[in-house]
């Protein structure tokens, strides 16, 4: 199991073998200092029109075209991911886009679910985000995909990329209010 602290929140991450498969179960929980209605908006940008979203670490990962649809439920729309090496840092981080399925789509409770398409993971996830003051919000990812053949190295990569990634994301949101 993989527990990183951020902080004002923390990420998990855990391999269970059930039916000769292979679930990574993942859940980020954050406690962020910016107005949930906006960090739900940049969420939104960050899946549709990642040029205009300051909240997501587009470094790492970024929507590469505008969802056809739109956010709808239903729709589609697609990840490209930069995962660094990190056993050589000299070395380009991999690059690989994938698409998902947008299972929910609801803007006014602030939640959205995914499933994946072409990911080699199958397997989703919910975003919520809860308001807790006027300038405050619960930031929740929950999910699980099925790993085939428990990739070690996929593993391991996830490991430490989630905790980066959302860490980052946490950075950009203190900032944003200072």
Not at 15 to 25: A, V
Not at 90 to 105: I, M, N, Q, S
């Amino acid at each position: 199991m993989g527990m990183t602290k951020l902080k004002d929140g923390w990420t998990m991450l855990n391999f269970e073998d059930i039916d000769n498969k292979t679930l990574l179960h993942f859940s980020v929980q954050m406690f962020l200092p910016i107005p949930a209605r906006i960090c739900f908006e940049q969420l939104g940008l960050a899946i549709s029109d990642t040029e205009k979203t300051w909240l997501w670490p587009i470094e790492y990962e970024y929507s590469p075209v505008r969802p056809p649809k739109g956010l709808v439920e239903g729709g589609t729309f697609q990840m490209t991911y930069m995962v660094p090496r990190w056993d050589k840092p000299e070395v380009p981080p991999g690059v690989a886009t994938y698409e998902y399925d947008l299972k929910r789509w609801n803007p006014d409770g602030m939640k959205y679910e995914y499933v994946t398409r072409d990911h080699p993971m199958k397997g989703g996830g919910v975003v919520a985000i809860t308001p807790i003051e006027d300038n405050k919000c619960h930031f929740s990812w929950i999910g699980t995909y099925n790993v085939p053949g428990r990739n070690k190295k996929v593993g391991d990569s996830l490991f430490k990329y989630v905790p980066v990634f959302f860490g980052a994301l946490e950075d950009r949101a203190i900032k944003s209010q200072a």
